[in-house]
């Protein structure tokens, strides 16, 4: 098959808006795999690899907006350590339950969301965070939410001939963290994931949730309790259950040959409660 390495975002939607069937490459940790089980290249159809384009790979933060622009090709090792990870905890410690060393290595957030798993780790740390993708085309760019961005299981509405370059994420303050449950510590794909940012300047909290719906899903009714509890330090044992139960009502777990709905269902609201919980510690512990 041929294979493009343009070295600019430029570059890159000219050759997405040629005629003919297109296909990115980022790490290829998902779509290899893919390729490997017979998702076969189509006549005449051309891969565009992303490794080249230095604008891809890197990230900044633009302290007059407040924000965290992360190239859609950083691969997850970087996004787990130093100065982002101290930046955005919740997404470095979603890219530390990535997959393997190997994996982590290739693997990139753009390629996760775009690929959109359910269980995708970085896709319900991105939607938590409220993540922009910031979308290129030859034809001009526009910014979509994350959490708007992805349709279904492993659906978007990302056009053939489009790009994701970046994710503009708002930096906020207060206790953000991400939690999965699977059938082994590591290499593992979830069985249910839960990313909590608690944003204290303007009062709220958002709880995504992974492996339990058909995409992301949000709690719309916990996270008022949730911001509460911690903002108020009005945590008991029955407010965490009522939270707890909230969670396990916005689930739309189904079985499959990873876990039973009912385990998910279990398991999500162990993660909320879990997070929550670590929330109120750090916010204690910050204030003594
Ligand atoms: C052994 C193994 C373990 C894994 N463990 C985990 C895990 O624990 N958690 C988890 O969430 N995932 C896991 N994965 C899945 C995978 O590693 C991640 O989803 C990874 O982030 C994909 O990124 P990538 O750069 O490799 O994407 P690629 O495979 O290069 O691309 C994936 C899809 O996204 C598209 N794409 C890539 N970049 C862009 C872009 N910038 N704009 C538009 N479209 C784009 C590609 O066309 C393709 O359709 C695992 C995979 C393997 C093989």
Not at 190 to 205: F, P
Not at 277 to 283: C, E, F, V
């Amino acid at each position: 098959m041929p294979v493009f390495h343009p070295i600019d975002v430029d570059e890159a939607v000219e050759l997405l808006a040629r005629r003919g069937p297109r296909r990115i490459l980022a790490g290829g940790t998902d779509e290899m795999v893919r390729i490997n089980h017979g998702a076969a290249v189509g006549e005449g159809e051309e891969i565009v690899c992303l490794n080249n384009i230095t604008e891809l790979r890197s990230w900044a933060f633009e302290s007059d907006r407040g924000v965290l622009v992360i190239g859609a090709a950083v691969p997850w090792t970087e996004l787990a350590s130093g100065a982002i990870a101290t930046l955005c905890p919740s997404l470095a410690e979603a890219a530390r339950t990535v997959g393997s060393p190997q994996i982590r290595n290739a693997g990139t957030l753009g390629g996760n969301v775009a690929t959109a798993s359910p269980a995708g780790d970085g896709l319900c740390a991105a939607v938590a965070l409220d993540a922009v993708a910031v979308i290129r085309s030859a034809a001009g760019s526009r910014r979509v939410p994350v959490a708007e961005l992805v349709t279904g299981p492993k659906q978007t509405g990302l056009g053939p001939e489009e790009l994701i370059t970046s994710f503009e994420i708002p930096l906020t303050e207060g206790y953000q963290g991400y939690a999965k449950v699977g059938v082994r510590n590591a290499m593992v794909i979830s069985i249910a994931g839960a990313c909590l940012v608690v944003d204290e300047q303007h009062g709220i909290s958002r709880l995504a949730l992974g492996s339990v719906g058909p995409t992301i899903l949000r709690c719309p009714e916990a996270e008022p309790l949730i911001t509460d509890v911690i903002l108020n330090r009005s945590g008991n044992t029955a407010r965490l259950d009522e939270i707890v139960d909230s969670v396990r009502s916005a689930a739309r777990p189904i079985d499959d040959h990873r876990a039973t709905a009912d385990y998910r269902r279990h398991a999500v609201g162990v993660l909320a409660r879990r997070l929550v919980t670590r929330a109120i510690s750090a916010r204690e512990e910050n204030n003594t």
